[in-house]
C-alpha cells in the first residue's frame, strides 16, 4: 500500500516542477517547487505544522488548547486544518483587505475569523498585534490555554523549512542547483531553505525577491528600509527585519514589478496548466532575472506558493485588472 496517513502527513514532499516555458526562454533549468499542492493549499501548512508541533513539544500548547494567530490568510488556513487533525480550536486575525476567498475557506475550517482593518505594524491596531492580545487573554480564560503562533519571529517556522523544504530540494535536484529565489512575508521559507542549502553548498545563491511596496529590496541593497510603489499580490512584502529574516543566508535581492509577475501566472495557466497565485508570479520572474544574469545551463530553483483559486476574484479578475490598470490577457477578457 501507498497511501499517507491523514492530513498532517500529507504536508510537504512535493513534486519539483521544470517551468517548461521559463526555463526555455533562459537557457536554464527555471524549477518550482509545488508547495501549492500542499493539502491546505499553500507553502504555510509547512509553518503551521512545525509551530503547532514546536509549542506541543516545548508543552506551551496542551491537549484541547487554542491557537490563535495573525496571518494574511495562508497560515491561517494551515493553522485551522492542522488544529483540526490534531485537536485544537483556532482563532486567526486577517486583514480585511485579504481576499475573499481566504476569508471563505478560513471559516469552512471552522476557525473563528476576525477581520481588522489594515494598519501598519507600528499602530496597536495592526492585526499582528491584535492576535497576541487575543492569545494573551484567551491563555487566562480558556480551560486548557492559548497559544500565540507568532509566524514572524517564532523561529520554529524557518526550521520547519530547513528540516523539510530545503532538504527535499537538494534531494530532488541532486544537489544541481545554481540560485533559488525566494519572497518573503515571514521569511521563514527563504530563511530556512536558504540555510539547508548553504549548509549543503555554501555556493548556491540565495536571491530575496520582493513585490513592489516592500521595504526588503532597499534594505538589502542599502541596509536601510524603504518602500515604494505597491502590489496586489497578498502573503508577501515586509516592511521590518522579521527574526526568521534576521540573520538568513541572503547574498542579493531582485525588485518584481506586478507588471512582470501577473503575465508570468497567466502563461504558466495557459500554457502549462499551473494554477498559480500571485507571489508565485514574483518568485518564477526573480527566477528568470537570476537566470539572465547568470546565463545558459544553470539551475535555479523558486517556490510555487499557493493555489490561483485563492485569488479568482483579484488576480484572475478583469474588472479587477483593469481597475489597478494591470494587464488583462485576451483569454480571460
Ligand atoms: N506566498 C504566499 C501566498 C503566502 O501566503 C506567504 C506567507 N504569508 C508567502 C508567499 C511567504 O512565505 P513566508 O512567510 O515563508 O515568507
Redesign the pocket.
Known amino acids: 500500500m501507498d497511501a499517507r496517513n491523514g492530513f498532517i502527513d500529507t504536508i510537504g514532499r512535493t513534486p519539483l516542477i521544470r517551468l517548461i516555458g521559463p526555463s526555455e526562454a533562459t537557457g536554464c533549468e527555471i524549477l518550482g517547487k509545488a508547495e501549492f499542492l500542499n493539502p491546505g493549499g499553500?507553502?504555510?501548512d509547512r509553518?503551521a505544522l512545525a509551530i503547532v508541533e514546536d509549542a506541543v513539544a516545548s508543552g506551551r500548547l496542551k491537549p484541547g488548547g487554542v491557537i490563535v494567530e495573525g496571518?494574511?490568510?495562508?497560515?491561517g488556513i494551515g493553522l485551522a486544518l492542522v488544529g483540526n487533525a490534531l485537536g485544537f480550536r483556532t482563532v486567526i486575525v486577517m486583514p480585511e483587505t485579504q481576499s475573499q476567498e481566504k476569508k471563505d475557506m478560513l471559516r469552512l475550517c471552522g476557525a473563528d475569523l476576525r477581520l481588522v482593518p489594515a494598519v501598519p505594524f507600528k499602530d496597536p491596531g495592526n492585526y499582528v498585534h491584535v492576535s497576541r492580545r487575543i492569545a494573551e487573554e484567551l491563555a487566562q480564560t480558556e480551560p486548557n490555554g492559548a497559544i500565540w503562533a507568532n509566524?514572524?519571529d517564532n523561529l520554529a517556522?524557518?526550521e520547519g523549512?530547513r528540516r523539510t523544504t530545503g532538504p527535499e530540494i537538494w534531494e530532488q535536484t541532486g544537489g544541481k542547483v545554481d540560485a533559488f529565489t525566494?519572497?518573503?512575508?515571514?521569511?521563514?521559507?527563504?530563511?530556512?531553505v536558504g540555510m539547508a542549502l548553504k549548509e549543503r553548498n555554501p555556493d548556491v545563491r540565495i536571491v530575496l525577491a520582493d513585490p513592489m511596496g516592500s521595504a526588503l529590496y532597499a534594505w538589502k541593497k542599502t541596509g536601510e528600509l524603504k518602500a515604494e510603489g505597491n502590489s496586489i499580490?497578498?502573503?508577501?512584502g515586509?516592511g521590518r527585519v522579521t527574526a526568521?529574516?534576521a540573520d538568513a543566508p541572503v547574498d542579493d535581492a531582485v525588485q518584481v514589478t506586478d507588471e512582470e509577475a501577473l503575465p508570468i501566472i497567466f502563461d504558466l495557466l495557459k500554457d502549462e496548466g499551473l494554477v498559480l497565485?500571485?507571489?508565485?508570479g514574483i518568485?518564477v520572474g526573480a527566477a528568470i532575472k537570476v537566470a539572465k544574469a547568470l546565463g545558459p545551463g544553470h539551475t535555479i530553483v523558486t517556490?510555487l506558493?499557493?493555489y490561483g483559486t485563492?485569488y479568482q476574484s483579484k488576480l484572475f479578475n478583469p474588472a479587477f485588472l483593469r481597475e489597478k490598470n494591470l494587464p488583462v490577457p485576451d483569454w480571460l477578457a
Open positions: 499553500s507553502v504555510k509553518a496571518t494574511a490568510g495562508n497560515t509566524q514572524f517556522n524557518r523549512h525566494c519572497a518573503t512575508g515571514t521569511g521563514g521559507t527563504l530563511a530556512g499580490t497578498e502573503g508577501i515586509q526568521n529574516l497565485g500571485g507571489s508565485s518568485n517556490i506558493c499557493d485563492r
